[in-house]
């Protein structure tokens, strides 16, 4: 089994009344936060757009790659990843945290 990419993916949905500009400067410093702390490998997010349904009101997600557990579990403490979620918390209604090991098909 490759266990090689230790994938956070973290789920937010938003306050109503929350703008996309401060939905855009959530995400912008959440970017800033992955290149500010050793051990993160990727960043992403994107805007839910399944057709299903089934979201339950979490509608950005975000993603982090890790090089390692150690690396994320240095992450969850530090002050930057403190500070960024401080700010943050004004405007999330609802957080989903998901970690896992990705694995590669067959």
């Known amino acids: 089994m490759d266990q090689t990419k230790l994938r956070h993916i973290v789920l937010f949905g938003f306050k109503d009344g929350t703008t996309e500009a401060e939905i ?4 912008r410093r959440f970017g800033v936060l ?18 299903e349904g089934k979201s339950g009101g979490h509608e950005h997600c975000f993603v982090l790659t890790f090089v390692s557990e150690a690396a994320r579990d240095a992450y969850l403490p ?18 989903l945290v998901v970690d896992y090991w990705a694995q590669a098909a067959g």
């Open 78 to 95: 530090h002050p930057k990843h403190k500070e960024f979620v401080a700010f943050a918390s004004a405007w999330i209604e609802r957080a």
């Open 34 to 51: 992955a290149t500010e702390v050793d051990g993160v490998d990727g960043f992403e997010w994107g805007v839910n757009n399944s057709p």
């Open 24 to 27: 855009d400067e959530i995400a």
